[in-house]
């Protein structure tokens, strides 16, 4: 029996190259695996998106096109939105009942967020029960493991907190205490070498035109010591250099001594760097381009992952509703 895990994804907007280097690759390669679920968490967005709505559901099909069409398969693996299994509302329900407030208070992910974002209002009911959703998409399935960035390792001990505490209260071992799989990729930086973000405006997306990939690389950061072409380059300081690494490992040598004798200037290099991208991006743009078309069959294999969720959520639900006497 293979172990079983569980993912999710927020859709908060379009997919990028740092989703897929981060967690998409993990993703596929994980279910060889594992008996693996992949979860729009869509309700999860709402959290923070919820005065502006506009464009959530059509983030919610275009993502799960660009998993797709990066490997996700819905013959190996469940995919589905978390909306439309309504047995995560229930056990976020019972769960809220059992969780202090304190440890919500205190979730250092929960405090950040609100010290920094402060274009939208998240001093919210729901939005301090963020971990207490989340450890309900994870137990309602008995996940044993999630992979995640380690972002998210707050939210996991929460989970496996309130596994405990459910099973101690209720004398009934119900919940196993899911680990965290943590990704080890390489991060990949947006274009400006901060964060890979919607939000910075940084980044590459998984559908990116090919004109604007070559736009977008062109206007990457580069070495800032190196200004003209005689100046040596510092390709370790240099973000060009760690696309390649990550898209071209087989030319990262080389480019790592070009740039150092000054044999390449920033311009051919990125220009270098933009056609390999559009070259690995072209396969998966090919899948993309013909499941947009077939919405018929995106919504098949939605209703196909909804109905395999379901059939693992309600015995979830029953044991659940049974152990607290309701
Ligand atoms: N909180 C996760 C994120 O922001 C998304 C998420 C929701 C999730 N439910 C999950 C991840 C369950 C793993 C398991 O990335
Ligand atoms: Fe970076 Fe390439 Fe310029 Fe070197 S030549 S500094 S690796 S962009």
Redesign the pocket.
Same mark, same amino acid.
């Not at 240099?238 to 250099?241: A, G, K, S, T």
């Given at each position: 029996m293979k172990k079983r895990i569980l993912s999710g994804m927020r859709p908060t907007g379009k997919l990028h190259l740092g989703h897929l280097v981060g967690a998409l690759n993990n993703w596929v390669r994980l279910q060889e695996e594992y008996e693996c679920l992949f979860m729009v968490a869509d309700w999860h967005a709402l959290m923070s998106e919820y005065e502006n709505p506009k464009g959530l559901k059509d983030s919610i099909i275009d993502n799960v096109i660009d998993w797709i069409a990066c490997g996700i398969s819905c013959e190996k693996s469940t995919i589905f939105i978390q909306s439309q299994v309504k047995e995560h509302m229930e056990l976020c329900m019972a769960f809220s009942i059992i969780t202090p407030l304190g440890w919500l208070e205190r979730c250092p992910t929960y405090k950040e967020q609100l010290r920094e974002i402060s274009n939208r209002d998240l001093s919210t009911y729901g939005f301090l029960g963020y971990p207490v959703l989340q450890a309900a998409d994870i137990l309602l399935y008995k996940a044993e493991a999630v992979p995640v960035g380690e972002d998210q390792l707050p939210h996991l001990e929460l989970t496996r907190e309130i596994a405990r505490r459910f099973n101690s209260l209720y004398k009934k071992e119900i919940f196993p205490e899911p680990k965290a799989l943590l990704t080890k990729s390489a991060r990949l930086l947006g274009l400006d070498g901060r964060k890979m973000s919607k939000s910075y405006n940084n980044y590459i997306a998984i559908s990116e035109e090919p004109k604007e990939i070559r736009r977008k690389v062109a206007g990457?950061f580069?070495?800032p010591l190196?200004i003209r072409l005689s100046d040596p380059?510092?390709?370790e300081k #240099?973000?060009?250099?760690s696309y390649?690494a990550v898209f071209a490992p087989e030319r990262e040598k080389e480019?790592?001594s070009?740039?150092r004798e000054s044999k390449?200037?920033?311009t051919? #290099?990125?220009k270098e760097?933009a056609e390999i991208l559009i070259k690995f991006l072209e396969p998966i743009q090919k899948k993309r381009d013909k499941l947009v078309k077939n919405k018929k069959l995106i919504s098949d294999i939605l209703d196909g992952g909804r109905k395999k969720a379901l059939l693992i959520a309600d015995k979830t639900i029953k044991e659940t509703k049974e152990a607290m006497g309701i």
């Open positions: 990457m580069t070495d190196r380059g510092h390709p #240099c973000n060009v250099h390649y480019i790592d070009l740039c390449i200037g920033c051919d #290099c990125k760097l």
